[in-house]
């Protein structure tokens, strides 16, 4: 089931690039550094391609991100995602992932926003932009709706990653923390992201 192996893996990549060799050299260092949990975002141009590249490739879970309609999601399913991302909730994404039995992880800020997508039958919830929030926001949520399921995406970083699991996150999205500087420092920059996220489990 892809969300246990989004809450297993524990660190989603959200690559953008400006173009397929950008994303691919920031896709392979995230691979080679561990993390297997890849979100290739709609901001890739014909991330479709990059996507069915992927789809099939052993120890990767290959996910569509910054989906904004139905019409998009139908391609990045075809191409071969696992999961869907949105920014935030759409109702047209969610019906086109229902129909196919893909999981789909809507955007909300607001604990409204959160409801309206459990409701609709939504197993995990992004929370975006995430460092507009911090980890005591989670904590404050999950005390009256401890069932929902939070990856928070923007602002997580290696030094306060615990906090966020500390504070009730099922998985983190990480992208401009892990994926700036030379291909060497982003694939030494994930081992590391996969080594804290090994000693924070080790402590659950």
């Given at each position: 089931?892809?969300?246990?192996?989004?809450?297993?893996?524990?660190?989603?990549?959200?690559?953008?690039?400006?173009?397929?060799?950008?994303?691919?050299?920031?896709?392979e260092?995230?691979?080679?550094?561990?993390?297997?949990?890849?979100?290739?975002?709609?901001?890739?141009?014909?991330?479709?391609?990059?996507?069915?590249?992927?789809r099939?490739?052993?120890?990767?879970?290959?996910?569509?991100?910054?989906?904004?309609?139905?019409?998009?999601?139908?391609?990045?399913?075809?191409?071969?995602?696992?999961?869907i991302?949105?920014?935030?909730?759409?109702?047209?994404?969610?019906?086109?992932?229902?129909?196919?039995?893909?999981?789909?992880?809507?955007?909300?800020?607001?604990?409204?926003?959160?409801?309206?997508?459990?409701?609709?039958g939504?197993?995990?919830?992004?929370?975006?932009?995430?460092?507009?929030?911090?980890?005591?926001?989670?904590?404050?949520?999950?005390?009256?709706?401890?069932?929902v399921?939070?990856?928070?995406?923007?602002?997580?970083?290696?030094?306060?990653?615990?906090?966020?699991?500390?504070?009730?996150?099922?998985c983190?999205?990480?992208?401009?923390?892990?994926?700036?500087?030379?291909?060497?420092?982003?694939?030494?920059?994930?081992?590391?992201?996969?080594?804290?996220?090994?000693?924070?489990?080790?402590?659950?």
């Amino acid at each position: 089931m892809v969300l246990e192996e989004l809450k297993e893996n524990g660190i989603v990549a959200v690559v953008r690039g400006k173009n397929h060799e950008e994303a691919i050299s920031y896709i392979e260092a995230c691979l080679s550094g561990g993390i297997k949990a890849i979100e290739l975002t709609y901001t890739i141009p014909n991330v479709n391609e990059l996507i069915e590249k992927y789809r099939d490739k052993k120890n990767i879970l290959v996910g569509a991100g910054s989906v904004l309609n139905g019409k998009m999601a139908v391609q990045a399913i075809k191409s071969g995602a696992k999961y869907i991302v949105s920014p935030g909730y759409n109702e047209e994404v969610d019906i086109v992932c229902k129909s196919y039995e893909v999981l789909y992880l809507p955007g909300c800020m607001t604990v409204s926003e959160m409801m309206k997508a459990m409701e609709q039958g939504n197993k995990m919830i992004k929370l975006f932009p995430g460092d507009l929030f911090g980890p005591k926001f989670v904590k404050a949520v999950k005390a009256p709706i401890p069932g929902v399921e939070i990856m928070p995406t923007g602002g997580v970083t290696l030094e306060n990653m615990e906090e966020w699991f500390k504070n009730g996150v099922s998985c983190v999205g990480v992208g401009s923390s892990l994926l700036t500087g030379k291909i060497s420092e982003i694939e030494e920059r994930a081992k590391k992201f996969v080594d804290k996220f090994e000693e924070i489990k080790d402590r659950r």
